[in-house]
Structures are given as C-alpha cells and as structure tokens.
Nanobody, 127 residues
Framework: QVQLVESGGGSVQSGGSLRLSCSGL????????MAWFRQAPGKEREGVAA???????TYADSVKGRFTISQDNDDKPCYLQMNSLTPEDTAMYYC?????????????????????WGQGTQVTVSS
C-alpha cells in the first residue's frame, strides 16, 4: 500500500527557504515517478516538479532555478528544496506518485496521471 506523507511546510518570509519531505512508503514499482504539486486558494492544482526512478527531473517554469527535487533511492522519500520563496509560492503542497518514468512531454506534471497522493503540507510566504 502506497503511503505518501508530506512534512516540512511552514511559514517563511519572502526570500527564505523551506525543505519539504515525502515519505514515499510502499512505492515498489521498478519504474516510477514522484512529483510535487501545489494548490493555492481559488486556483487550480499545478505541477511543480517531478523525479523518476532514473533520477531524471522536470520542473515548472515558475520554479526553475529556485526549487530542487531529489530522492533518497534507499528509502524512496522525496524532497523539495525551495529557495528564494515569494508570496506567489504560498499554497498547499502535495506529494504524488505513479508508475512509469518521466516522458518529458506536457503530461509529466499533469495531476490526472498520478494515482497516489498525500494529504498535503501548507507553505505560507509573507512579504
């Protein structure tokens, strides 16, 4: 059974950093992708970053150069290092997982392709 539990959210001032963690328990596929999504109040959920079992990564344009997704392959947790945060990054952040690798097309960060989700962790950035 896949269990995705996020942690590491909180409140930070603009320009600050946070590191989110996702447990990744039960992700036993030989080929898989784990990703971070976020949803701000009144907005649609958007993909932020993804990493696959080969260690390849992809990012939304809005976070490139500021966010880094990584993974501990021994235990399959997934991390999101967020630097240079702005109030526009304020949202509930969700960890997600699916079978299969990144395809490097428009659907890599499409939430409907992910079948496993965590409960989310809140990130609030104040100006």
């Amino acid at each position: 059974q896949v269990q995705l539990v996020e942690s590491g959210g909180g409140s930070v001032q603009s320009g600050g950093s946070l590191r989110l963690s996702c447990s990744g328990l039960g992700v036993t596929y030989s080929s898989y992708t784990m990703a971070w999504f976020r949803q701000a109040p009144g907005k649609e959920r958007e993909g932020v970053a993804a990493i696959d079992s080969n260690g390849r990564t992809t990012y939304a344009d809005s976070v490139k150069g500021r966010f880094t997704i990584s993974q501990d392959n021994d235990d399959k947790p997934c991390y999101l290092q967020m630097n240079s945060l702005t109030p526009e990054d304020t949202a509930m952040y969700y960890c997600a997982a699916r079978a299969g690798p990144l395809m490097f097309n428009a659907y890599d960060l499409y939430d409907k392709h992910f079948g496993f989700w965590g409960q989310g962790t809140q990130v609030t950035v104040s100006s």
